[in-house]
């Protein structure tokens, strides 16, 4: 079993910068596609950013540009640095795996995001 556990979510100024961690266990990481995806309420849950094991990335339009995704396959970590934050990035972001053999997603548990004007 995955078990992924997500950090560094708050309270920030529109303008501001913030930097998301999700720490993986229980599998090997090199196995996962990592991705953070974002849900506010009221609208679906949306991918924000990808990341393959080889370091392939992809962005939601809306985040290219401001935030950026890393991951640690040392340390079995994928981080988002998140700068130049709006309100409308408020939100709880989540981590996903994404594993393409025998396919399967697992998810932490969200970390909240809140940015203020």
């Known amino acids: 079993q995955v078990q992924l556990v997500e950090s560094g979510g708050g309270l920030v100024q529109a303008g501001g910068s913030l930097r998301l961690s999700c720490a993986a266990s229980g599998t090997d990481f090199r196995l996962y596609v990592m991705g953070w995806y974002r849900q506010a309420p009221g609208k679906q849950r949306e991918l924000v950013a990808s990341?393959?094991?080889?370091?392939?990335?992809n962005y939601a339009d809306s985040v290219k540009g401001r935030f950026t995704i890393s991951r640690d396959n040392l340390k079995n970590t994928v981080s988002l640095q998140m700068n130049s934050l709006k309100p409308e990035d408020t939100a709880v972001y989540y981590c996903?795996?994404?594993?393409?053999?025998?396919?399967?997603?697992?998810w932490g548990q969200g970390t909240q995001v809140t940015v203020s004007s």
């Open positions: 996903n795996a994404h594993r393409l053999i025998r396919p399967s997603d697992y």
């Open positions: 990341i393959t094991t080889g370091g392939n990335t």
